[in-house]
């Protein structure tokens, strides 16, 4: 191995570290704070990027006590911590700020206590009053913790310092119930103290979005209908839905991947250059392109989208039982694992361009990818020669799971007239030697600097549900699906592949 060092790493500075403050995890005994958020904090820790007298108080139901608590949180550490095995003193310097507040999230004697155990934290551990409020349980409970947060006067510091509440997806269930839901969290805090998360906007690639299409002056000139003939946005999942039957049934691929993920990564791609790199500037292009998509009215369901369910099937050897067959899901099940959808931006940059954008579960692959699909050239200079098979120009974002961006071109093939299409291949781990940051690591750091760029705003939630609802009010009136339709480890239903043949184009194999 070369000792060499690493020319694309030269110059890069450790980022600013927030102020002490206590992060309270509401649903701290969940999967979803052993196995992301408190491994996330950890690694943090590790890189050195949090203050002095950092602290975590878990707020949940479960009768535990403080060592409980540190000992599920370090065995979740453990098992998926992207640095490793524990530091054993690092872990020790990390638990002393580890504490734990037993309650229910409607009792109001429970959040005295939490405001007792916050006020004697700021006194020990130097927090200042400065406090995230992380809402990690089912959205049922959101109303109550809001509710106790502001009766008990914990939405503001009590020593001029600063409150932010991260709550977790889904937010809400149609545009109605996410609009009732900003009115009970801004009836509390005020809307710079709000952090909506959806993780997807923490992946080191999708940051770099807009980094690759503003900071390269020869791809912005070619973003746009002049040169993009589409645009396909993939997120797959080789997984079934698992332990999460209960409540998929209830939610669907629409709402628990498109609504959220694949709507951001669209508005990501179509926005206009921000006026600076701010949050309200970033936020405020991503609302205009979703306020300038064309709204799929629930009499064009049948055109604008396809919709699947997995039945039973294998993936490497492995089986895997059918959807219907999902322990919490109903037998005669009618909700969709795999959406494909047809959208329009109408505005001067995008019109007339389709996005296509599909995901599903229980697919081949678990990948991400974002593809710009260029025109061809207009006129054929080899159509009359051996040389006339060329394929149009591709460039993929790859998301996940290897991380990098793709260029696909023509070229000649030495001694044959023939073309062939070849890429020129980036790959982040490769080329800046360095795992890139688990998602949760960049979105709870920038709560705690106070910086929303990557969260999402009350009037960019309500635009991408205006968005969703027509759609499964179309279903609804729709007949009932013939589910399943197509077997877990292939690539969707075969609906889907027509629903793509009748533009004349296909899916990106990948």
């Not at 209908?225 to 080789?238: G, K, Y």
Request: hydrophobic letters at 40%.
């Amino acid at each position: 191995m070369s000792d060499l060092p690493n020319p694309l790493r030269h110059g890069l500075r450790i980022g600013r570290t927030p102020e002490p403050c206590t992060v309270v995890i509401f649903g701290a005994s969940g999967d979803l704070t052993s196995r992301k958020l408190v491994p996330a904090l950890y690694n943090l820790a590790h890189e050195r990027r949090l203050p002095g007298g950092f602290s975590v108080v878990g707020f949940a139901r479960r009768p535990w006590d403080d060592a409980q608590f540190r000992q599920v949180l370090l065995d979740g550490v453990n098992a998926n911590s992207r640095s490793g095995a524990v530091e054993a003193e690092l872990w020790a310097s990390f638990a002393e700020g580890i504490h734990y507040q037993p309650g229910n999230f409607d009792d109001p004697s429970a959040y005295a206590r939490l405001v007792e155990r916050l006020a004697e934290l700021d006194l020990r551990r130097g927090t200042g009053g400065n406090r995230v409020f992380y809402l990690a349980t089912p959205p049922e409970a959101y109303p109550d913790i809001i509710r106790q947060l502001g009766a008990h006067g914990l939405h503001q510091s009590p020593h001029g310092g600063w409150t932010r509440i991260i709550i977790e997806k889904p937010f809400g269930r149609d545009l109605a119930s996410a609009q009732a839901l900003n009115q009970q969290v801004l009836a509390v805090f005020a809307e710079p103290q709000v952090y909506r998360i959806d993780h997807y906007l923490g992946k080191e690639t999708v940051q770099n979005i807009m980094v690759f299409r503003f900071a390269n002056g020869i791809f912005e000139p070619l973003w746009d209908r002049r040169s993009v003939d589409h645009v396909q946005i993939t997120v797959a999942e080789n997984l079934g839905v698992e332990d999460r039957g209960g409540y998929y049934d209830h939610s669907g691929a629409l709402r628990d991947m498109i609504q959220n993920h694949l709507m951001q990564l669209l508005a990501l791609v179509a926005m206009e250059p921000p006026v600076s790199y701010d949050a309200d500037a970033v936020r405020d292009e991503k609302v205009k392109v979703l306020r300038a998509v064309r709204r799929i009215r629930p009499e064009e369901v049948a055109t604008y989208t396809v919709r699947g369910q997995y039945d039973a099937g294998s993936l490497s050897g492995r089986p895997l039982a059918g959807y219907r067959d999902e322990r919490g899901v109903d037998p005669a099940s009618q909700t969709e694992t795999y959406v494909g959808l047809k959208l329009f931006v109408e505005n001067w940059r995008w019109a007339g361009v389709p996005f296509y954008l599909r995901s599903g579960k229980a697919l081949p692959r678990r990948v991400s990818e974002i593809a710009i699909q260029f025109k061809t050239v207009p006129t054929m200079l080899f159509a009359e020669t051996p040389m006339h098979d060329i394929e149009p120009n591709v460039l993929a974002i790859k998301l996940q799971p290897d991380e990098g961006i793709t260029l696909k071109f023509g070229s000649k093939v030495p001694g044959q007239p023939q073309i062939r299409p070849v890429t020129m291949d980036f790959r982040y781990g490769t080329s800046f030697g360095v795992a890139s940051p688990e998602a949760y690591e960049r979105l709870l750091l920038d709560c705690m600097l106070g910086d929303s760029t990557l969260f999402t705003r009350r009037d960019e939630v309500e635009a991408s549900w205006s968005l969703i609802t027509p759609i499964h009010q179309g279903w609804l009136a729709s007949p009932a699906q013939s589910f399943p339709n197509y077997e877990a480890g292939s690539w969707g239903p075969n609906s889907a592949d027509e629903f793509m043949a009748r533009d004349g184009r296909t899916w990106r194999r990948l």
